[in-house]
Nanobody, 120 residues
Framework: VQLQASGGGLVQAGGSLRLSCAASGSFFAIHVMQWYRQAPGKQRELVATIESTGYTHYADSVKGRFTISKDNAKNTIYLRMNSLKPEDTSVYYC???????????????WGQGTLVTVSS
């Protein structure tokens, strides 16, 4: 299983970006997909979650500005980021909780990260 994240870049404060994360390989089911971020010198933090049911959850710091969505046919999630602030500058990572087989427990898989830089 591989996760490929993309869509990062440089944007001015108030601007928007959309991140993508595609899961590839052979697996039984994706249970949860999430976006995390890690700024220099800080711990990695959970930004947004989307479950297989469609349930979503956001960190308070991004609620109302970020939207997580998924395309089941493509095994891909997106993070639409609006009204970006300089404090959103981070490397953004996607994570997926995936079962390789129906009779095996799920494992965490991480993407490689994509850098988002918001200038003031």
């Amino acid at each position: 299983v591989q996760l490929q994240a993309s869509g990062g870049g440089l944007v001015q404060a108030g601007g928007s970006l959309r991140l993508s994360c595609a899961a590839s390989g052979s697996f039984f089911a994706i249970h949860v997909m999430q976006w995390y971020r890690q700024a220099p010198g800080k711990q990695r933090e959970l930004v947004a979650t989307i479950e297989s049911t469609g349930y979503t959850h956001y960190a308070d710091s991004v609620k109302g500005r970020f939207t997580i969505s998924k395309d089941n046919a493509k095994n891909t999630i997106y993070l639409r980021m609006n009204s970006l602030k300089p404090e959103d500058t981070s490397v953004y990572y996607c994570k997926a909780v995936i079962s390789l087989r129906s009779d095996r427990p799920p494992y965490d898989y991480w993407g490689q990260g994509t850098l988002v830089t918001v200038s003031s």
